[in-house]
């Protein structure tokens, strides 16, 4: 499982990296300045979490159990539901794709205290 993680949590920086790329010079002159902002929150939170990822692996190297895993699965989660209903709303220009970012958010925080947990045991 902490190979997974490392593997995704690289590729979700990477994605991360290319979309903040995409947003300072492709996106600066196509959208409205808030929803640039929109995009670029989404791909800080997105690096922040493949960071937690890492993180994620190591302990799931030393404490391999539930509350890693757990831990791994929802970041993978919050990214996909936080950065990517903040970059479809970008795109697309609907709005009310935002009620769907806080979904996201609890993902990253019940991330963030099955990290804490499994820490305890690494």
């Known amino acids: 499982m902490d ?3 490392l593997m995704i949590g690289a590729l979700s920086a990477g994605i991360s990296v290319a979309a903040g790329a995409f947003g300072a010079h492709a996106l600066r ?3 409205e300045p808030l929803l640039l902002e929109v995009f670029e929150t989404g791909a800080r939170y997105q690096m922040y979490h493949a960071l937690a990822l890492v993180a994620v692996a190591w302990v799931a190297s030393r404490a391999p ?3 890693s ?4 699965w929802l970041f ?3 990214t996909v539901l936080f950065s ?3 970059y479809a709303m970008t795109f697309t220009g609907i709005r009310a794709l935002g009620a769907i970012t806080p979904l996201g958010g609890v ?3 019940a991330g ?3 990290l804490a947990l499994a820490a305890r045991t690494a």
């Open 112 to 114: 963030w205290l099955c």
């Open 84 to 86: 990517g209903s903040l």
């Open 76 to 78: 993978v989660a919050g």
């Open 69 to 72: 895993a757990a831990a791994g």
């Open 65 to 67: 159990g539930s509350l």
């Open 29 to 31: 002159a196509k959208v």
């Open 107 to 109: 993902c990253f925080i």
């Open 3 to 5: 190979r997974l993680f």
